[in-house]
């Protein structure tokens, strides 16, 4: 894995990134989504949460099972809103 | 035991506007204490949005002064990327004789104090916003200088200049109590105690529990707001759109996501930030109908964050005179992220004891005593 490897998909955030912002001193999960939207686009952190929780781990010396996920947040998939607005009609 | 010139409890983006602005006045030596990360609490899980469309003099001054300093931080703050602003104005809808009315109040209140909204036509609104379903809509004000920004960016930019003037941030450090010995203030933390003649209590929906520590009951109280965010799509919507009638607004990001929330009128006052599936379907029926295209968007993630409350929905700024030395500035009901630029200046104004550069008497802490009450007819 090379430094300008994409570690989140769905914003195009690199490793070099991620390491940056630790060295600035974000060291949890929640601060790096913050300020890299990383676990915001569809995929919802399933991919890069744990890479970077791998890179924190190295670069700060926390223990993986100690590094806090971010909250899960409903819907489990993306759905679309006129589906909701519909559903709604068949439950009032 | 760390002594400080001031102490500030909360890391949301006011505690940092106010940290950045004492230090920018030259009193460096100041402490700011957030009990999780910068952002935490409503900053983050706000709308973003900010507006000059107000129904009082003070909060139309108040907003107008804090968007011109938004448009020119990323520059005061150095801080590469901005903070990214969105200025394509708010469209705020009006579906009652009643709101028409009230609106055309604000409007010429705004016209005399240089801000240039202005009533559109259901026709005119309908440029506006190509898409946007008119029917029943009788106007609505519009003012392209509104807009929103990054509000995780704006926080860190100003922590991130504070630190740089020697302002100290202890993220994950809890307030657990505080003492108050003649005029000291010792806050007890689990790093340890910090003591300073002064304390900031810009702690949000927690403020209440903070203002208890000294013997103080705050009548602030947390109310959860839900909001979600769909996945990114082309642009297509500019401004903010608002509408007091159906308590919706929504905006899209310039990273392209539609962010759209709703109040609640029978929300419990508690500190829930849980999300519901009723305002998942709410906010879609709600959202497709006055903007059909929405329909094949996505909706990605819901969330929900609380409003810190006042009786009058105006924020609480400066010292509370039992207790010298001890400020509050919270209560923000939902417009806090929009005025923090001036809340930061205000507040270090007040602290330092320089004249401030708006007036700030009428959000005194005892206008709940007097029964002046600050009533700005347009709120969410």
Known sequence: ??????????????????????????????EIKRLKRCGMGPCQGRTCQPLIARELAAATGQKLEEIKPPTFRPPVVPLKLGVLAEGGKNHA | ??????????????GCSIAYHLAKYGCTDVVLLEREYLTSGATGRCGAGFRQQWGTKTNCLLSKHAVAKLERLAEELDYPGGVEIKQQGYLILAYTPRTQAQFKKNLALQKSLGINARWVTPEEAGEIVPFLNTEGLLGATFHEKDGHANPFKVTDAYARAARRLGVQIYTYTPVLDIRLEGGIKTVVTPRGDFQAPVVVNAAGGHAADIGRMVGLELPIQPERHQILVTEPVEPVLGPMVMCFYHNIYCQQTPHGSFIMGLGDPNEPHTYNTGSSWQFLMQMAEKAVRLLPVLKNARVVRQWAGVYDMSPDRQPVLGEVPEIPGFYVAAGFSGHGFMIAPMTGQLMAECILGKPTTLPIDMFSLSRFTTGDLFIEPSVV
């Open chain 1, 1 to 30: 894995m090379t430094d300008k490897t994409i570690i989140c998909r769905c914003e195009d955030v690199t490793r070099e990134e991620i390491q940056k912002l630790i060295a600035e001193g974000a060291h949890t999960l929640d």
């Open chain 2, 1 to 14: 035991m760390p002594k400080c010139d001031v102490i500030i409890i909360g890391g949301g983006v006011t």
